[in-house]
C-alpha cells in the first residue's frame, strides 16, 4: 500500500467498444472505438460525476486517462460534462490495460480453441500465464509507480476494467490472485470513489463485467 496517493481518487472504467461486443481481445494494440452504447455510457459516467461535484461542492480534480482510443473517448465525453479542457487531461501509459500479448485483437473463441480455456470462471480473471502478456504483480508495479508520482491531490482516473481491478485492490484491498490483491469486477461505465480504505460507488455503468471485456 502506497504511504502518499490521490485523495479521493475517482475511478471510471472505460464505456463499450467495438472489439467488446464482438468478443476480441483487446489489450493495447488495437484500435477500439465506442459503440453507440459506449457513448451513451460515458454520457451518464459524464452526468453522474458533475451531479456528485455539483453536490458536495468540490472542485473537479485533475483528470487522468490511460493513452487507449477508448478511454480517450470516454474522457473526452466526461470531461465535456465536468467544463473540463480535453486538452488539460494528463495522459499516462502505467494506466494502461493489461498486456495480452499475442491475444491481441484476436476473437475470444479462436484464442479457445487454440489455447484452451483461458478464463478462471471463478476469479473472473484471465488464467496466468498470458503468452507475452503482464502477470498481475507487473500491472500492480506500474500502478505504484503512477500512484507515488501522482502525488496527494485529488485524481479522477479513467482507465480500464483488469487495471482498475488491480489499483482498487492497491488501495481498498481485495481477494488475493497470482500474489496480488485484485478487487471484485465491476460493469464498463462504473465510477467509484476511493478514500480511506473505502470505496463508495457513484455510477454502476450498463456495461459488461468480466475478463471477456478486457
Same mark, same amino acid.
Given at each position: ?5 490521490? =485523495? ?11 472489439? !467488446? @461486443?464482438?468478443? @476480441?481481445?483487446? #489489450? !493495447?494494440? +488495437?484500435?477500439?472505438p ?5 457513448? &451513451?455510457?460515458a454520457?451518464?459516467?459524464?452526468? $453522474? ?7 458536495v461542492g468540490e472542485p *473537479?480534480?485533475?483528470?487522468?486517462? =490511460?493513452p +487507449? #482510443?477508448?478511454? &480517450?473517448?470516454? +474522457?473526452a ?6 467544463g473540463?479542457?480535453?486538452? $488539460?487531461?494528463?495522459t499516462?501509459? @502505467?494506466?494502461?490495460?493489461?498486456? *495480452?500479448?499475442?491475444?491481441?485483437g ?11 480455456d483461458?478464463?478462471?470462471? %471463478? ?10 502478456? %503482464? ?8 500502478? @505504484?509507480?503512477? /500512484? +507515488?508520482?501522482? #502525488? ?5 482516473v ?11 485492490g /492497491? /488501495? *481498498? ?7 496480488v %490483491? ?8 462504473? *465510477? ?7 470505496? &463508495? =460507488?457513484?455510477?454502476?455503468?450498463? #456495461? ?7
Amino acid at each position: 500500500m502506497p504511504v502518499v496517493h490521490p =485523495s479521493p481518487l475517482y475511478l471510471a472504467r472505460h464505456a463499450e467498444t467495438v472489439f !467488446n @461486443r464482438a468478443r @476480441r481481445m483487446q #489489450g !493495447n494494440d +488495437a484500435h477500439t472505438p465506442l459503440t453507440l452504447e459506449g457513448f &451513451q455510457q460515458a454520457d451518464a459516467m459524464g452526468r $453522474a460525476l458533475a451531479r456528485h461535484f455539483a453536490e458536495v461542492g468540490e472542485p *473537479v480534480p485533475q483528470i487522468w486517462a =490511460s493513452p +487507449a #482510443g477508448r478511454t &480517450q473517448q470516454t +474522457a473526452a465525453i466526461v470531461a465535456d460534462h465536468l467544463g473540463v479542457d480535453f486538452f $488539460a487531461i494528463r495522459t499516462d501509459a @502505467r494506466l494502461r490495460e493489461i498486456e *495480452v500479448g499475442r491475444w491481441t485483437g484476436r476473437d475470444y473463441a479462436d484464442i479457445m480453441a487454440e489455447e484452451g480455456d483461458i478464463l478462471d470462471h %471463478e476469479h473472473r480473471l484471465f488464467r496466468m500465464p498470458i503468452p507475452g502478456g %503482464e502477470h498481475y504483480a507487473d500491472i500492480a508495479a506500474r500502478l @505504484r509507480s503512477w /500512484l +507515488a508520482d501522482a #502525488g496527494a491531490a485529488p485524481a479522477l482516473v479513467i482507465s480500464h476494467g483488469m487495471t482498475a481491478r488491480v489499483l482498487r485492490g /492497491l /488501495l *481498498v484491498g481485495g481477494r488475493l490472485y497470482e500474489g496480488v %490483491e485484485i478487487a471484485a469486477d465491476l460493469p464498463q461505465g462504473t *465510477v467509484v470513489k476511493i478514500a480511506s480504505r473505502m470505496e &463508495q =460507488s457513484l455510477h454502476l455503468g450498463s #456495461g459488461a463485467a468480466g475478463v471477456r471485456a478486457a
